[in-house]
């Protein structure tokens, strides 16, 4: 992931979790004992990072959150970042890192800042500071805030040295967010609503679900300007197209829910999403031609941020909305290929990409001194994106989980949520 190619016929040695050696077949002195795996014929490529995750909260139980993180593993994710934390998360987090659950490596931000939880700015100050001495990594934003508070948490943050991410609110807008430079923006609405020209204050109830309501009145001519300007500030972008077009897409529910991944979800969850999508689909506001419209728009702004060169991140928001965690992101791959971005492009969104945004040079990439987070192929991810399903294993951390383990573990999962 240096650069786009392929390197054939490569020898990769592991020991302690990282990779210690990465040569041509043959130049690699193989310790005795070492586990032997063939990679003959396939495609070895860094673990994937799942960028707008949300790991189940304390209420649902331990074995909840555990099945989840395997769900995530068992798909290739070696990283996820909790996009609405709970005090149960960070041990979570430190049980994954000493390798006792298979997971990702966790990143998790606090309970989230949003209109309830911060109404004024000395409450954001010092929920700031309780997060961070409670250890989290990042903070949460919510929409409901106001501009007062979320300039109270800006200062506060940047005060004590902790990022903060997600939604942008009404009240404070797109150029505030950036000129605070927000680590990430999270679902695209905010760009839907400065398109459409809505300033601070804006009747909320006018938008719709993310920016749906506004697409009438959206000028087209400003995403350049908007995407150079997210790029200068260094701010990136979690888009989630898979969340948002699993509400408004052509699929019906009895498609989606025949999907094969859908029978690790309960039952009830997956009923839930039908009445969702079927309540969405069967309002007066919903027409197909707006739909396809809002679609394509938020494709569009994929396209244009990437070409301005602001930072983009794998993100599907699972386990929401037909989004089952680690298998939808398959889906949020493909639908950024119909945006336009080509396969390299994409695997870096989900590979070196996430490492940039949290600083560290430990993964992301396969080269030596690297932790051994990898994604074994039985086809080439390069020539079709699509290809990244097709799994032969996983490196976590070291790690090896083969396709046979996995599946086992998949079907055990099948019996808990499905009886």
Known sequence: MDRERRLAGHTVLIEDGRITALARQGRVAIPEGATLIDGTGRYLIPGLAEMHAH????????????????????????????????????????????????????????????????????????????QLEAGYDFLKLHPGLSREVFDAIVEA??????????????????????????????????????????????????????????????????????????AEAGVWNAPTLSFIEHIYDAFSPAEMAARPEIRYMPQRTVEGWVRRKEMTQSSPSFSREKADEYIALRRELVRALHEAGAGILLASDAPQLWNV??????????LMAEAGLTPYQILETGTKNPARYFGTDEWGMIREGAIADLVLLEADPLADIANTAQLAGVVLRGRWLSKEEIEARLEGIVSEVRG
């Open 55 to 130: 790991i189940p909260s304390s209420r649902e139980g331990v074995e909840a959150m555990e099945r989840v993180l395997f769900l995530y593993a068992a798909n290739g994710v070696t990283t996820a970042r909790g996009m609405l934390g709970d005090p149960a998360h960070l041990e979570l987090r430190a049980r994954a890192a000493r390798g006792e659950i298979i997971s990702p490596r966790i990143y998790t931000s606090g309970p989230s800042f949003n209109g309830n939880s911060t109404p004024d700015p000395e409450t954001a100050r010092a929920l700031v500071v309780s």
């Open 325 to 334: 965690p680690g298998f939808s992101l398959q889906h949020e791959m493909r």
């Open 157 to 230: 943050a940047d005060e004590v040295g902790i990022p903060f991410a997600g939604h942008v609110s009404a009240d404070v807008g797109l150029d505030p967010t950036l000129a605070a430079r927000q680590a990430s923006i999270d679902h695209l609405n905010a760009y839907i609503e400065a398109l459409a020209g809505f300033g601070d204050g804006f009747d909320t109830q006018d938008a719709g679900f993310f920016g749906y309501g506004m697409i009438d009145d959206v000028d087209y001519d400003l995403i350049p300007e908007l995407a150079r300007r997210t």
